[in-house]
């Protein structure tokens, strides 16, 4: 459920109330603090973490609603040591470690907040080990004593009757880890005319007591600030005593809308509960698009090659992923914060997320190496639109949510991309039976079918020349001694992997927009009509060779059945060739027409260091996608023959 800001001020009242109610209660209805103490606490209630009853294994972090809010305070004031509340100056909301606080705050005006250190405010599992220890002692050591639990030194005060529990502890020096997400800012009253984002947030931090206001007006040598970027902020620091923080709303000007904004923040003594991550290399892969579609890949899960380990990650889906328009505003100012991608992301691939049925998640293993990856096809995306990808994990491997360590989830760097224009002659094909390597686009035309029945075309084709290439290499004697093979280095399993590579690669083009301009790509077709009947004028039609290689399509059934008209080739990358001429026996007569023949510009790419970095696709290959950086393979330097694609084809009709 999401909070309104008038809800959540609401709630905020009503919680202040509930809680002034109940302090008032706890107050005076026992004879003093120590007696209190003495109340049996039933075990789960001694971890300072809230609403465990409220964790369920949904993911969903905006559960924590209304009711939770108004039951909060008296929760904590009953669960925990007394003196931290007592502690917390008046407006201030005191912080338990690894739970968000989700809060509103008016523009220029700062909510404070305090994460109570110095009394042993630690994780659930440290506190009762620190509790069972203490009262282990209680009972049979009277006298002063001193003890290291975990990292925080213990020490007690000699309380002769065991009442009292009144106790000092000095905790070493540990870091805390604070973080914060902006889940609603003030939008523009006016999208169109207004192109500047709101103003960001600031976070404060003091760890002097003589500050415990931090923010704008306190004294800038007691404090720290961090303004938030993208709604988010992450800050750390060592420290044993408590820490104050503010989270100042700056003035918003008149432009925007309400002054309100709405944030989560919370404390750790373990790690982020919210983090977000820009620097390392994008997360998310674009493999390739369409003019209403776009598949993209993660990086890969493992480099674990036990299959009980693969088949567990299989099993998982570990990621969630976030798309935009580019030309949509609605989430700018807020990409690095978790929910705020939530509240306002065009499309979430996400549990409860909006728009869901434009996006299918899945694992896959396609891609070199075959390693397992998870994989996001969207549809219904608009053509030659540029969007944003951003891809995020909801909490930890093992969870997510409050009590979780990093339960806030995590944000990584956005990946770029965008669709093809609406000729609509390129269609994704995955899920291809025999080429499992094929997902990409391929020449298409919206009257032959479906997607399903685009890529079944494809594959059968494929799988139909590979049976005929079964039959040559039935003739050659692959299991005979290895004096007697073709090969000492290469077997005619490696052969197959060659040829297999290739003949998808070959009789699956990849497809671009003919309007894309790349010089690497092999126009294609142009003698034919686009599915909408267009047709190139004789002025553009000037501009490229009058030649078989330029009006038609590599397989000419391609031509005949799908009917795609013109588009541009992403040539087959000239090492699947090589690696087919050395892996297969010499008397298949396999050869790779030599770069600087016409043949070889028609049918080959080359892959280009340079182009890769930049993310484009210069040449197919099993696996290829805009990878924006990366290892580069290169070709062999082996002398090739000359027989021409037509030949290799030819041999297949052995
Ligand atoms: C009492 O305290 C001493 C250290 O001061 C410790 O060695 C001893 O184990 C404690 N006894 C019990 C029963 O915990
Ligand atoms: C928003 O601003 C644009 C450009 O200044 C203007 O044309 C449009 O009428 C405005 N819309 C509203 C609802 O005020
Ligand atoms: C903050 O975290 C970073 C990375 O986790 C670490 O390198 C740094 O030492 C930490 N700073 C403090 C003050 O703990
Ligand atoms: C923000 O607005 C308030 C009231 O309008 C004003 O008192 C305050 O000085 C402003 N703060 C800044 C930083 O401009
Ligand atoms: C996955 O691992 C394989 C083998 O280590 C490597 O070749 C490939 O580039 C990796 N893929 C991605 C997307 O990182
Ligand atoms: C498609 O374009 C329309 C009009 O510009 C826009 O309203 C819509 O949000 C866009 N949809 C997507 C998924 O980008
Ligand atoms: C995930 O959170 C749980 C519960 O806080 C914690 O026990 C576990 O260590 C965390 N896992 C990671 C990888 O941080
Ligand atoms: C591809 O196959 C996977 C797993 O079999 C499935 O989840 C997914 O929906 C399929 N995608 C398409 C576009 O057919
Ligand atoms: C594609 O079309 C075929 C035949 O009309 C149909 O059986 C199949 O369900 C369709 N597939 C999808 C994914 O729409
Ligand atoms: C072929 O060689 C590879 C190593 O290059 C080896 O793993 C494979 O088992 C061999 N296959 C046969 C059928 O000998
Ligand atoms: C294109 O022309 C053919 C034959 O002239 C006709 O059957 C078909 O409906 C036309 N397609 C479109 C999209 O106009
Ligand atoms: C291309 O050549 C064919 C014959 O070789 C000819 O009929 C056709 O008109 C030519 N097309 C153009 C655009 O020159």
Redesign the pocket.
Known sequence: MQLSPLQSRLAASVAASCFLIVLYLTLFSFPNFAVATEIPIPKQETTPVLFVDDLSDDDDLSSIGVAQDATYEPEFSLGLDRSIIGRAPAGVTALVNNVEMPMNVVAGTTQLFMFPLSEGQVSGREAAEERSSLELRGEHNTSQERDLVGEAIVEREDDTDGQSLAKRQKTAAR?IYISANTCEQPQPVNGTQTTMDPPQLTLFVSTSPSNQNPGPLANSAQQVFVEFTEGAVMY???TNSDVYLGIHAPNVSKVFSAGTYNFRVAASTDDWFHSYNVETDADLIWVDSDSQGALLITHNLTNNADPSVEEQIMKSQPYVMFAQNQNDRSINGMMYSYCGLQNYAQIAATKNGQHTSMVQTGMTKRGPGNLPKQQFYFSGLNASANYVGILAKNGNSSGSGNGVVGGGGHVFRATNFSTKSDHGNCAIVLNLTFCDQVAYSVPSNPSYGNATQLAQFYDSYASSMYANFELVLAQIACEAPSTQRYSLVRNCTDCAAAYKNWLCSVTIPRCEDFSNDATYLQPRALSQPFPNNDTLSTDILGQFPNTTAYNSSRNPLIDSTIQPGPYKEVLPCEDLCYTLVQSCPASMGFGCPKPGQAVFNVSYGRRSAQADADGEITCNYPGSAHLFSGTIRTGGTVPWGSLSVAGLLGLLLL
Do not use: F, G, K, V
């Open positions: 870091t750390n620091l060592s």
